[in-house]
Antibody, heavy 119, light 109 residues
């Protein structure tokens, strides 16, 4: 059974750096074609894609946020980490990670973690 | 930047057919995916590659594509189908990678 779980701080202050961890099970990020991606959803708003890392350690970022994002993986721990610098109240959102399978489908999602940016 | 356009809301009575559209210039070249999201829950994939249905998704969910528009059709809508629905695709140039539509709120009257 494939599962993903997001973890990280519920509250960060403006200008701080956010670090989120996606811990997964039931698949290996070493398997060809496998990827893990991060998304976010501000309260009452639409989903937004943030970043993706693939089995070959290639990384892709949202054009609008790429200067603030870093995605990395620790295959031995089955974890993918996302950092976002210079947090602002507009970054308040639920952050999700999801697996992308070899067919390019985000087929399994974590339950999400709510992050509030406030002083 | 590349955009996918969805109607903000669609309303239907139980048993009727709901159609939710998604428009984007790159859709003739890129697959579309549809996700259902209920309040407080993570998105769930209901259609992939324009018209394929994942295992476990009811047969009343179907997808189609015509030119720059893809459509999610829910036949015989049930109360449990009330949710937000998002289309997702990619820019054909590859620069926008993953793009979501603004979402459509399906209300079952």
């Amino acid at each position: 059974q494939v599962t993903l779980r997001e973890s990280g701080p519920a509250l960060v202050k403006p200008t701080q750096t956010l670090t989120l961890t996606c811990t997964f099970s039931g698949f290996s990020l070493s398997t060809s074609g496998m990827c893990v991606s991060w998304f976010r959803q501000p309260p009452g708003k639409a989903l937004e894609w943030l970043a993706l890392i693939d089995w070959d350690d290639d990384k892709y970022y949202s054009t609008s946020l790429k200067t603030r994002l870093t995605i990395s993986k620790d295959t031995s721990k089955n974890q993918v980490v996302l950092t976002m610098t210079n947090m602002d109240p507009v970054d308040t959102a639920t952050y999700y990670c999801a697996r992308m399978d070899a067919a390019g489908t985000f087929d399994i999602w974590g339950q999400g973690t709510m992050v509030t940016v406030s002083s | 930047s590349y955009e996918l356009t969805q109607p903000p809301s669609v309303s239907v009575s139980p048993g009727q057919t709901a159609r939710i559209t998604c428009s984007g210039d790159a859709l003739p070249k890129q697959y579309a995916y549809w996700y259902q999201q209920k309040p407080g829950q993570a998105p769930v994939l209901v259609i992939y590659e324009d018209s394929e249905r994942p295992s476990g998704i009811p047969e009343r969910f179907s997808g189609s594509s015509s030119g720059t528009t893809v459509t999610l059709t829910i036949s015989g809508v049930q109360a449990e189908d009330e949710a937000d629905y998002y289309c997702q695709s990619a820019d054909s140039s590859g620069t926008s990678h993953v793009v979501f539509g603004g979402g459509t709120k399906l209300t079952v009257l």
